[in-house]
């Protein structure tokens, strides 16, 4: 119950972080929105969502390391900080 907790509370601030950045709310209505290939993310948005989630999770993000189909829609995105999330924790966050 605790994991299914936490993952709400990943998707919650991932999605509110994105919303902020993209300025748009069809990232809640979305989530496999393609979010450069609608203009509602560029180079500089990635750059933006990079440093926020990094201060949000205390994640160490590297923009070299980002592989930009991987974070390519919200779904995508917070599968990646649950990723993340998890292998700093030594475990494995799934269902988002």
Known sequence: MAIA???KMIQTRVLDILETIAGTEQIRQDPDLELFEQHI???LGMVELIIALS??????????EIEREQWSSP???????SSRLGKA?????QGI
């Open 55 to 64: 201060e949000e999770f205390t994640l160490d993000i590297a923009p070299a």
């Open 5 to 7: 907790v936490e993952q």
């Open 41 to 43: 993310l560029d180079s």
């Open 75 to 81: 779904r995508k995105i917070i599968a990646q900080i």
């Open 89 to 93: 924790n030594g475990e494995t966050l």
